[in-house]
């Protein structure tokens, strides 16, 4: 069973900066795992940000940015807002099945 | 504007089903791929299902396969899931999202499996 890691908890004092990253238990993530990140807030449906590792979309604020790091899809938010604290998840694609991450909970203080 | 509508979600037993539905409007539901993602109370992600636009191309994550179906009615602009052999551990939201990968979700619509 396919297993995919995220940090399950992070703090950032605001306008800092983070890193949350994506590990797969099947080895080094690259760009044919098609990394999506997405922000959950409470009593909210995920909102996605990032897809196929870097690319954001029309609505995606500019301090969040993605990349692959050590083996690992990354997201970086720079210049933390306080409305950024929220529950991230990874996606990641293994031929045609999908699997999240278990989400990190990202406290801004 | 994108729009995705879950409903079917309520109270099942053990060993029950249940059908979910996705109504689409606002984007060309024909040409789209679709899936269905859960949630469990206070619990992550999890992906469930996708299907491809013309409905000939179907994947499932373990936990579900041979149990759940996943269907599309592109004349309706509708998505389904078809739920049977259910158990606690399906108890969670429902949502519907489209997209390759996951872009625009609905609300979800919640299911609980319980005696």
């Known amino acids: 069973q396919t297993v995919v890691t995220q940090e399950p908890s992070l703090t950032v004092s605001p306008g800092g900066t983070v890193t949350l990253t994506c590990a797969s238990s099947?080895?080094?993530?690259?760009?044919?795992?098609?990394p999506n990140w997405f922000q959950q807030k409470p009593g909210q449906a995920p909102r996605a940000l990032i897809y196929s590792t870097s690319n954001k979309h029309s609505w995606t604020p500019a301090r969040f940015s993605g990349s692959l790091l050590g083996g690992k899809a990354a997201l970086t938010l720079s210049g933390v807002q306080p409305e950024d604290e929220a529950d991230y998840y990874c996606l990641l694609s293994y031929g045609g099945a999908w699997v999240f991450g278990g989400g990190t909970k990202l406290t801004v203080l | 504007e994108v729009q995705l509508v879950e409903s079917g979600g309520g109270l099942v037993q053990p060993g029950g089903s249940l059908r979910l539905s996705c109504e689409a409007s606002g984007f060309t539901f024909s040409i789209s791929w679709m899936h269905w993602v859960r949630q469990a109370p206070g619990k992550g992600l999890v992906w469930v299902s996708r299907?491809?636009?013309?409905?000939?191309?179907?994947t499932y994550a373990d936990s579900v396969k041979g149990r759940f179906t996943i269907s599309r009615d592109n004349t309706k602009n509708t998505l389904y899931l078809q739920m049977n052999s259910l158990r606690a551990e399906d108890t969670a939201v429902y949502y519907c999202a489209k997209g390759a990968a996951p872009v625009n979700w609905g609300q979800g619509t919640l299911v609980t499996v319980s005696s």
């Open positions: 099947t080895g080094a993530v690259a760009s044919n795992y098609y």
């Open positions: 299907i491809k636009s013309d409905g000939s191309d179907t």
